[in-house]
T-cell receptor, first 110, second 113 residues
Framework: QEKVQQSPESLIVPEGAMSSLNCTFS?????SIWWYQQHPGKGPEALI?????GNKKEGRLTVYLNRASLHVSLHIRDSQPSDSAVYLC??????????FGQGTKLSIKP | NAGVIQTPRHKVTGKGQEATLWCEPI?????VFWYRQTIVQGLEFLTY????????DSGMPKERFSAQMPNQSHSTLKIQSTQPQDSAVYLC???????????FGPGTRLLVL
């Protein structure tokens, strides 16, 4: 049974600072790793994905993947109040279903 | 582009009644996924279709739950004899051909009393 664990459960970050979220997964044979953002009452929205070891940068987002340690992290530079949301790490297995972590609730403090 | 459409947005049923949830994927998308979200269990995969064919239903409870995709423009999730533990937000997502990104709808909040 694939498992995805996220830490921390919640995070408060001052506006303008870096937000760092972590995720570990149980199976190195997974395909892509995704980060989704979910606001209250809405469905999750895909932010960024990574497949290969190393890092990937898109705008204020940077994601790091280390398959050997089964770890992926998301970093949000210059965090804004609009970034306040739940962030979900998800692992794509078999080019189909996503297995999600429990989420990290991020609050950006003005 | 209206995105993935789910109806109804909210549904209240009595224990033992049937509930049918509808999903209209984004036009041109070939895969449709169903997930369930609760506070305790988080977001769990239920089932998915590709080109209307069922591919993986490993997350579906074996009894009472069924899903269909009769045409490329909609999918249904049916729960028979609903129980209070079925209360959750049911999310539908779709993906275009050859692309991993899943686009989620707003969900249907089901409350079983």
């Amino acid at each position: 049974q694939e498992k995805v664990q996220q830490s921390p459960e919640s995070l408060i970050v001052p506006e303008g600072a870096m937000s760092s979220l972590n995720c570990t997964f149980s199976n190195s044979a997974s395909q892509s790793i995704w980060w989704y953002q979910q606001h209250p009452g809405k469905g999750p929205e895909a932010l960024i994905s990574i497949f290969s070891n190393g890092n990937k940068k898109e705008g204020r987002l940077t994601v790091y993947l280390n398959r050997a340690s089964l770890h992926v992290s998301l970093h949000i530079r210059d965090s804004q109040p609009s970034d306040s949301a739940v962030y979900l790490c998800a692992v794509n297995y078999n080019q189909g279903k996503l297995i999600f972590g429990q989420g990290t609730k991020l609050s950006i403090k003005p | 582009n209206a995105g993935v459409i789910q109806t109804p947005r909210h549904k209240v049923t009595g224990k033992g009644q049937e509930a049918t949830l509808w999903c209209e994927p984004i036009s041109g998308h070939s895969a449709v996924f169903w997930y369930r979200q609760t506070i305790v269990q988080g977001l769990e995969f239920l089932t998915y279709f590709r080109n209307q064919a069922p591919i993986d239903d490993s997350g579906m409870p074996k009894e009472r739950f069924s899903a269909q995709m009769p045409n490329q423009s909609h999918s249904t999730l049916k729960i028979q004899s609903t129980q209070p533990q079925d209360s959750a937000v049911y999310l539908c997502a779709s993906s275009p051909p050859g692309v991993d990104t899943q686009y989620f709808g707003p969900g249907t909040r089901l409350l079983v009393l």
